[in-house]
């Protein structure tokens, strides 16, 4: 079997303090060899150089929706035709891989069967994108966040509406027949939304449960968005695996994530939070819609959140809320400095969550996130030390070579994004 070798490279390896210099080879979709020093290495097979360069885990995005279009307000979602909205979906899969990330945990598909499809292909080899856990749409209830309708005419949401407890059985029933691998519940509503702001919560304990019962029946990992306090709450109390947000978690809140911290992930999704409030003109989030809207709140109790999940020494994942139009698709990685600059982790810190973090939250522990051998190999070459400057990922000119699978997406030799397909095994 030929195989790849990395040589020059300092390594960066998931779960370690520092960087250091190793010879990486590859074989297959797996890393066969890891050489640590500078010592001369028996290579056969393909040899990239990677002087100057970091190697390091693909990154995981933790809350991402690759059926967001980057549309302005959630309910034009609603009004794209299903076949349109496909093609947009793998385009920003395809446009996820080519920014470094290897994985993407779904956190609701604007329509039932988009992110199930697209995981589908990906792994068929039909479509080129990061490994994928697909996702629910975001169930919710009358009146809360997702529901679009209106009483004077049709219209579409990206929400699965579902009021009691039989109602939501119904749908997280269906969601299984759909074959998801993840359940998306809002139990709390959002600034954005008038009848439900975010430190409202909806949802009903009877409902949750009923919700929860269906996804732990058939094996499903359940994401909840959590902006009040209340709905933090509720999560840990119901089993939720990763609670968003949690902005407005209060002390009590803090002290139950604590004591579920070996079972909870937490995703701030902080992009959405940031563009909002300090680039939100582009979009037409003016200086006094963002006020109006309560967002610079949001904003400042979010980062003191962080800060202390932080401290508590809780998981958290990185992923930003991606795909709107105030956050577009490909500026992913910008949260792992937003992890940096606003809630006080080190750059090594902020990469295991972009790594370690996100694979444990994809189930795949044992088998991504870091640069180990046997693992899958999944590995970015990075121009500098990521380990010092975390904002080197998020751009594209910096990221050397992108392989997935042992599969070479971005190519050192031609620069070219699949220019041509190289497999290890091949
Ligand atoms: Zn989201």
Redesign the pocket.
Known sequence: MSQITITGASVWDGVSEAAYPATVTIEGNKIKKIAKGDGPVDTQGTVIDGSGHTLMPGMVEG?C?PSFTGVGEPWELGQLCPEDHMLKTAQNLRLLLSHGFTSVFE??SAKPMLGVTARDAINAGVLDGPRMRASSPEITTTAGLGDERKRHIYQESFGLVADGPLEMRRVARECVRDNVDNMKINISGDEFVSFARAEITPLEDDELAAFMAVARKYGKTVAAHARSSESVKMAVRHGVDCI?HCDFADEEALDMLEDAKDRVILGP?FGLVHNATREGEIAGITKEVAEELNLNRKFDATCATYHEIRKRGLRVAVGG?YGFAVTPMGQNARDLEHFVTYFGYAPVEALKCATHVGAQLMQMEDQIGQVKEGFLADLLLVKGDVTKDVSLVQHQDNLTMIMKDGVLFKDPRTGFNKGGLIRAAE
């Open positions: 809350h929706h956190a609701a968003y999704a809320d």
